[in-house]
């Protein structure tokens, strides 16, 4: 099957490449191949010829997208518009990635595919808006929604690292809760999804969940550095320009029912962790 993927030099992007390139002809297409913010792309993908559209990019930014909704709005929102007229044009599947942010945070108990949506920040807003252009113009589509993002050259699990080597004491929020997600196992958890002809909103996301602050301590943990002192903050301590969602864990119900599942978020990070070179 060919296989267009955008935001091809993204996390998830690079993943989905290395997953599908033994089975599929994969079409990488960065944002110079493809301007999300210009109905040009269009026509673009649709000379790709694509059987099957798998869609990562975004304006992923959080802060940014605070501090310019409307730029949001074009690449989430409309950019996902224009992904999905090509794929009705071309009449093929679309698999677009969206973002546990699309909910409120207001939940005692982990979302599942079909909790009421309430985005909060104008991220979450323009992912979810994209959620529904997908929903309004296709037939056929997968919306996937991760979280907590990491297994590329930039991502939190990197981030804390780095702190790490910059300083004695890292403060880190202990009260957002969210689902840790590896690249390479959604990226997996993707090849095996298209090839159902299941279509819908899917949560894939490693099992469990975790705080920031516990998130970073085992990152630490897992590379040795019991020499840096992590101290819990409250998100409320943490300024940002965007307002984030304090919980907002994610269950997969709908693709463990096709026996799709991801394994913890401890093993993955584990992983993950084994394959950098961590330096003091």
Not at 68 to 78: F, G, K, Q, S, T
Not at 207 to 219: L, Q
Not at 220 to 246: F, H, K, M, N, W
Request: negative net charge; glycine residues 6%.
């Amino acid at each position: 099957m060919r296989i267009a993927v955008t935001g091809a030099g993204g996390q998830l992007g690079k993943a989905l490449q290395r997953v599908l390139a033994d089975a599929h002809e994969v079409i990488p297409l960065s944002r110079a191949d493809l301007d999300l913010e210009h109905p040009d792309c269009v026509q673009a993908l649709v000379e790709t010829g694509a059987q099957c559209v798998i869609h990562p990019a975004a304006y992923t930014n959080v802060d940014g997208c605070a501090r310019d909704p409307d730029r949001a709005y074009r690449v989430n929102a409309l950019g996902t518009r224009y992904v999905a007229l090509a794929c009705q044009a071309l009449d093929v599947p679309l698999v677009y990635i969206s973002t546990n942010e699309v909910f409120d945070g207001a939940s005692t108990a982990p979302y599942a595919e079909y909790d009421r949506p309430a985005p909060i920040n104008p991220y979450g807003f323009s992912k979810w808006a994209g959620e529904q252009a997908v929903r309004e113009l296709l037939r056929r589509f997968y919306i996937v929604r991760v979280a907590w993002l990491f297994g590329g050259e930039r991502n939190f699990v990197r981030t804390v690292l780095r702190l790490a080597n910059e300083r004695n004491e890292i403060a880190m929020v202990a009260d957002e809760i969210g689902s840790p997600t590896y690249a390479p196992d959604v990226a997996g958890a993707i090849a095996r999804l298209i090839e159902t002809p299941y279509y819908g909103t899917y949560h894939l996301v490693n099992e469990g969940f975790c705080s920031r602050y516990e998130f970073a301590a085992a990152t630490l943990q897992l590379a040795g550095r019991t020499d840096v002192t992590l101290r819990p903050i409250a998100l409320a301590e943490y300024q940002r320009a965007s307002c984030v969602p304090p919980y907002t864990p994610l269950r997969n119900v709908a693709a463990a029912e096709l026996g799709i599942r991801l394994r913890s978020w401890e093993e993955a990070l584990a992983e993950y962790v084994g394959t950098l070179n961590v330096q003091r």
